[in-house]
């Protein structure tokens, strides 16, 4: 039983929460157990995340991911396929859920790839996968690499009668070109017209959208927008040097201000968190690390009055849980799990990268303001200062 300013239903409340079994039992005007300096939100979810592991453990592990989600107010991630060797299969599936189940720190689901290789039996490891566990969605499906690999996904996209979600890195190689920055090479006409194709196809979830053009694009389908996109810009170069590559890559400074203007408009905020080492980076990989400091920067935004915090539990919470289907997350409500993170408003702190627990070493936001969180609940569990490995995986009875 906890108490305090409970964002509830759209709004701030003094009120107290009780929870039984995991689960929120009643919420009212009971101040009885612990009293709640702070805020209490819906602990969030982010639907995009590469938590490496397997034969890249040297840039980061669901272990250590996972830790760096929970200290980001985090308490449900999911993991995409892109690893080493990739998710493609339900044999490979089953093992990578096989080490979150032991190592991770917050509840935890795995999409399936889409590739080439294995579109032929797509549908058999589809079903496979299902018989044991929750599968949120294909993809992020990767246009990008070469035009055979994108007839083939669009012609796939096409057959494919699954069922299942599917998500889409949206960017089409013919706009494509390689070279460092990459955003000199990489053109907003990549993201713009592989929307406008996938919408003709069907009804996607498009991942990291990154332009204005895009997002008036999506209508039947799905999107959410990663943070740098909003907060970092081309302008940011100087600051960033050997790091700045991400994909998409990062626009002008009027595409990142549309964003944040129009942040009610986006349906969900992930991270993309891509953490690669320093030495990759200075080899020109892509990608931001992201998990732990979304929700943190946000809330701090939130603060100042650039968004508002109805705006952000809906797309760093409410949203992803609606659209993914995870039905018991998402809200302070009655009979969802006890999710909560806490965030104290006097506590603005700039953000360190040493102070950051993923394995990468690195942030995009080194010295940004943020309010992280301090405490968070799992179940009804309070997990930041114990630091438990309370997450569990989806198994199909659960669901
Ligand atoms: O920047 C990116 N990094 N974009 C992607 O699509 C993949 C990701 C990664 O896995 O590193
Ligand atoms: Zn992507
Ligand atoms: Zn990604």
Redesign the pocket.
């Known amino acids: 039983m906890i108490y305090g300013k409970l964002f509830y239903r759209g709004e701030f409340v003094e009120a107290g929460v009780e929870v039984e079994e995991g689960r929120i039992k009643r919420i009212g005007k009971l101040v009885k157990g612990r009293k709640v300096n702070g805020i209490i939100l819906p602990a969030g979810i982010d639907v995009h995340v590469?938590f490496r592991d397997f034969e890249e453990r040297e840039k980061e592990t669901i272990e250590t991911g996972s830790l760096s989600a929970l200290h980001g107010g985090i308490c449900l991630v999911v993991d995409?396929p892109?690893t080493r060797p990739v998710v493609d299969n339900a044999e490979t599936y089953f093992r990578r859920m096989e080490i979150a189940e032991k190592r991770s720190y917050v509840d935890y689901a795995l999409n399936l790839a889409l590739t080439n290789k294995n579109s032929e039996r797509i549908a058999e490891e589809v079903e496979k996968i299902r018989k044991k566990y929750f599968l949120p969605a294909i993809g992020?499906v990767?246009l990008q690499n070469d035009k055979k690999e994108l007839e083939i996904g669009y012609e796939t996209l096409k057959k494919l009668n699954l069922n299942a979600k599917v998500t889409i890195?949206a960017e089409d190689p013919r706009f494509v070109e390689r070279g460092f920055p990459n955003f000199l090479f990489r053109k907003k006409e990549a993201e713009i017209f592989a929307v406008e194709e996938c919408e003709k196809i069907g009804n996607f979830h498009f991942c990291h959208l990154s332009t204005r053009e895009a997002v008036e694009r999506v209508s039947k389908g799905s999107f959410e927008v990663a943070p740098h996109h909003i907060l970092l810009s081309v302008e940011d170069y100087n600051r960033l040097g050997d790091l700045v590559?991400?994909?998409p890559p990062l626009r002008q400074k009027s595409d990142a201000d549309w964003l944040l203007r129009n942040f009610n408009r986006i349906q969900i905020l992930a991270s993309?968190h891509?953490p690669?080492t320093l030495e990759d980076k200075k080899n020109g990989?892509?990608?931001?690390p992201g998990v732990e400091t979304t929700y943190p920067i946000f809330v701090e935004l939130a603060r100042r009055g650039f968004v508002s915090f109805r705006d952000l539990v809906e797309k760093i919470a409410t949203n992803p849980a609606k659209v993914f289907g995870f039905r018991d997350y998402g809200e302070i409500e009655v009979g969802k799990f006890a999710n909560f993170a806490v965030f104290d408003l006097k506590e603005v702190r700039e953000i360190r990268a040493e102070d950051l627990h993923s394995l990468c070493g690195w942030t995009p936001y080194e010295g940004f303001k943020a309010v992280f969180p301090v405490q968070v609940y799992l179940r009804g569990e309070e997990v930041l200062q114990s630091q438990s490995r309370a997450g569990k995986v989806f198994g199909v009875s659960e669901v």
Request: charged residues 10%.
């Open positions: 590469h995409q892109n992020e990767f890195h590559n991400v994909n993309d891509a690669h990989s892509a990608g931001f």
